[in-house]
């Protein structure tokens, strides 16, 4: 926190019985430099700063002499206490928000730590768009339990869910494909793009059963993947490092 922003903070307090000064403005500095103090604070625990936290405290003692030593009636007094109270609600509030992240990562860490989940990535990462039951007969799994993974991995928005009843697919997130690159796969220094196409043909499959099912009314504007997959298929020069 600015010592030169306290001081301000400071001379401004001091001449709160001046006609010229001005409350709102002074409550809004205040106000910032209260959710600046927090922010600040929590940003120090995250990080396991002790000395920075004390250097905020002896900062912090300072202002707070020169707030509780003005002048108030008993109106003002109890409107004091209640920014007390608010201030410590914030603080609470940021410490909760803190611990609720830390054990959102501590129960994904379990997740993909889980039986079978490295399996079930790796599969929905080479074969994108895959039915449940594909899923269940790759990774040799039974219905139930992959249906149990599946919905713990969407509510980590690793996995995506799309279609309805027997035309229902699951993909990976971005954030599922990351991490699966990060975690699972293994180095190499040369790798060949065929993701894209396997979505394609997936794609492609997927289009050709509902056209079979509702028609070609319902396809609208995927009838262009027709195209765009033939393009794909003549180009053959994909080869970069990842």
Request: proline share 2%; glycine share 2%.
């Amino acid at each position: 926190m600015s010592m030169k922003k306290e001081n301000v903070l400071i001379q401004q307090l001091r001449t709160m019985s001046s006609v010229s000064f001005d409350l709102s403005a002074c409550a809004e500095e205040i106000r910032l430099f209260s959710q600046a103090y927090i922010q600040s604070g929590m940003q120090a625990v995250s990080q396991n700063a002790q000395e920075d936290l004390n250097d905020m405290m002896q900062s912090y003692r300072r202002l707070r002499r020169e707030i509780a030593n003005l002048p108030k009636t008993e109106k003002e007094s109890i409107l004091y206490e209640c920014g007390i109270f608010n201030g410590s609600y914030r603080i609470l509030e940021e410490i909760n928000r803190f611990f609720l992240k830390q054990e959102e990562e501590r129960n994904a860490q379990k997740l993909l730590e889980r039986r079978h989940v490295p399996e079930l990535l790796k599969y929905l990462y080479e074969n994108p768009d895959a039915r449940q039951r594909k899923i269940a007969e790759g990774i040799y799994v039974s219905p139930s339990y992959l249906s149990e993974i599946l919905t713990l991995l969407m509510q980590a928005s690793y996995v995506v869910r799309y279609g309805k009843n027997k035309n229902t697919r699951y993909s990976l997130t971005r954030a599922g494909k990351a991490v699966y690159r990060k975690r699972f796969m293994k180095e190499e220094a040369v790798t060949y793009i065929d993701t894209d196409y396997k979505e394609i043909l997936a794609k492609d499959t997927f289009i050709r059963e509902r056209t079979e099912e509702y028609g070609r009314d319902c396809l609208w504007k995927e009838a262009d993947y027709e195209k765009c997959k033939e393009n794909f298929r003549t180009f053959t020069d994909f080869a970069v490092n990842r």
